[in-house]
């Protein structure tokens, strides 16, 4: 075999060299990550060998030093995260916890002990105490130090199958974040009450869907603040009236982003714009805070949402064909935006006229999508007792229901939102066909309601007549004494899942509550055994009955056997509000024969793969310290 060519080019020549050249920069640069040789838990470099996308960004604490950026492999049920510190001082730790507690927390920690800095998977107890966990499970890909600030890159599975760590799944996730101003010499030292700590909520799990393009005459309308003042409290949510251009033709809306103020992005903490009701002529000119004494009342009958953005969400494209109605006879001349504004620094003289940018286009879709709200109506005969841990109330779209108001063909449902009020802390919609769940529409195990975002499914799901919709929710009222009913009240509960969907039909309620005769008869029966008059009815209001019962964990489990059991009323409601011709009262339950199995990880298809208990030894980018 010959080596040389006496032929060879020097072009040829040329271009081997710089191959050669290329790959030693490679190698020499790759170096400079992560110390492969003090990696006992890894065994090799934790450098990226391409850059990862990370297309998902939002602060984590109020000022913005510290943000996080992040992306999704569903082939792999993989997540990767980046935490980038513009002030690092001796590490960082970010956690999720079940409601963003300290306490049982899974954790990443990155820290030093005044000589070398380490990166571990690890752990919080009851009491704060962080230990580094025996199964490390989060990965190191990637440390750098930059003029911006230092950055933090690796990844995790969705699941691992270790009982320490949190499953990562679609709905909200609670992060906790903190910094370490001083070095410590284990980590059994670290306890997350002694350090600056906070919460931020997160939809880490995103569909991977592309999102259609946008038509050539598509047009802009930005529902603004008028450049207020934010106010100097932790928590104000502001309202300001907004109203379409005079004589606007129906459009659709085929998309909507953000639009946040520079340098109040870590303040600015979710927004909604709601269409106010077209029987209303006219609607007052206000801009304040929406729990004023001043807010004309007529600003409650601005409740039908037009868009709904939460901090770390990208842009809201509607499906390809289909966009939902604005303007024209059939809508509001007015819209509501209401904007949650998270100050907990209390900064003071900060000026903001953030808002949505609603995309919009003369050339109608083939489809208008609609809005249809499921699950409870807001009643106060829906109730849940006080110290309830886990209490639970379902809310049904009947197979009766949908057979009389949905077309031959259904309805496509592509997002949704959920909504409770401050007891709730899980909603599940599912749908039932034949008897058997067949489809989570979406599921929030660890839902709040100071995160609620329009959340668009990675798969649509349609429904069909005669298909069921359940709607359930889960309330914790271990911190109240007394019972908590439904209603509009803050203090009161809903159980709500408003469903994105096309084609729009006439029906924009589905929902129920259990049979107001059934309940008379359970405070009868209570009353009865707690020594008390046998029935109050027509005496008193169904709050006040519920007030006066002695609750027990007695009193609790009659009342859930009877939401589970008893008749219902429908609200088969049309746009008009009134009900669709027929029989809605007293309605049997939906029965479900057969319920879906969670889908198993990749972790429990076999044995575990090995997993060292050490941490990583990090030496950042540039020999720079942490």
């Known amino acids: 075999m010959r080596l040389f060519n006496k032929d060879l080019r020097l072009q040829d020549v040329t271009l081997m060299y710089l191959t050669v050249l290329a790959t030693l920069v490679v190698i020499l640069v790759a170096s400079y990550q992560v110390d492969p040789a003090a990696s006992p838990s890894r065994g090799g470099s934790t450098s990226t060998s391409t850059p990862v996308q990370l297309p998902y960004h939002m602060p984590l604490d109020p000022r913005g030093h510290l943000q996080l950026s992040w992306n999704i ?10 935490v980038r510190c513009s002030e690092m001082k001796h590490g960082l730790v970010l956690g999720m916890s079940d409601r963003g507690e300290l306490t049982n927390a899974d954790l990443v ?9 380490f990166f571990g998977d690890a752990w919080s107890d009851s009491q704060g105490h962080v230990s580094l966990d025996s199964q490390q499970d989060y990965q190191l890909m990637d440390t750098r130090q930059t003029p911006e600030g230092f950055s933090l890159l690796f990844k995790r599975p969705f699941s691992t199958c270790d009982p320490r760590d949190y499953i990562i799944e679609e709905g909200t996730v609670h992060l906790i974040y903190g910094v370490l101003d001083q070095p410590i010499r284990s980590l059994q030292q670290l306890n997350l009450s002694q350090i600056e700590t906070g919460v931020q909520r997160a939809l880490l799990l995103r569909p991977d869907t592309p999102s259609p393009s946008l038509p050539r005459d598509v047009q802009t309308l930005e529902v603004r603040t008028p450049d207020i003042t934010i106010p100097t409290q932790e928590t104000t949510y502001w309202c300001h009236i907004f109203q379409l251009p005079p004589n606007m033709p129906k459009n659709h809306i085929v998309m909507y982003e953000s639009v946040v103020t520079p340098g109040n992005e870590a303040i600015v903490h979710h927004m909604e714009v709601f269409e106010c009701s077209p029987e209303m002529s006219t609607v007052p000119q206000y801009s304040g805070s929406c729990d004023s004494k001043m807010k004309p009342a007529s600003l409650n009958y601005c409740r039908h949402v037009l868009a709904a953005w939460a901090m770390g969400a990208k842009s809201f494209y509607y499906p390809a064909d289909a966009g939902l109605p604005l303007g024209g006879p059939a809508s509001s001349r007015f819209l509501r935006l209401e904007v949650h504004y998270h100050n907990p620094l209390l900064i003071s003289g900060r000026k903001d006229n953030s808002g949505v940018r609603l995309y919009h286009t003369p050339s109608l879709r083939r489809y208008d999508a609609g809005i249809m709200e499921l699950g409870l109506v807001y009643t106060p005969v829906m109730a849940i007792p006080p110290r309830e841990q886990n209490f639970h109330l379902t809310g049904f779209c009947t197979s009766k ?5 949905l077309p031959p063909g259904g309805i496509n449902i592509f997002a949704s939102q959920l909504h409770t009020h401050l007891a709730g802390r899980g909603v599940r919609t599912v749908l039932v066909r034949g008897g058997r769940e067949v489809k989570v529409v979406q599921e929030d195990k660890h839902f709040s309601t100071h995160y609620q975002i329009i959340r668009m499914l990675r798969k649509m799901v349609t429904v069909l007549p005669g298909d069921v919709l ?6 914790n009222t271990e911190d109240r004494s007394q019972p908590t009913v439904g209603g509009f009240g803050i203090m009161e509960e809903m159980c709500v899942n408003y469903v994105h969907y096309y084609p729009r039909t006439q029906l924009e309620l589905c929902k129920s509550n259990v049979d107001p005769g059934y309940l008379q008869k359970y405070f009868s029966f209570i009353n009865r055994f707690q020594g008390g008059d046998a029935c109050s009815c027509g005496q008193t209001s169904v709050t006040d009955q519920f007030s006066s019962l002695s609750w027990d964990s007695f009193s609790g489990e009659v009342l859930n056997s009877l939401y589970n059991t008893a008749p219902i009323s429908m609200a088969c409601n049309q746009s008009s509000a009134k009900l669709f011709p027929g029989d809605w009262e007293r309605q049997e339950l939906p029965v479900v024969t057969s319920q879906l199995q969670r889908p198993r990880y990749p972790c429990e298809g076999g044995k575990l793969p090995s997993q060292s208990s050490e941490p990583t030894v990090v030496q950042p980018d540039r ?3 942490v």
């Open 73 to 82: 492999s569903y082939p792999l049920q993989e997540l990767y995260l980046e």
């Open 109 to 117: 920690v990155l820290w030093d002990d005044g000589h070398q800095s």
């Open 401 to 405: 229901c949908t057979q009389t108001a």
């Open 470 to 475: 359940l709607t359930k929710c889960t309330y």
């Open 623 to 625: 020999g720079e310290e």
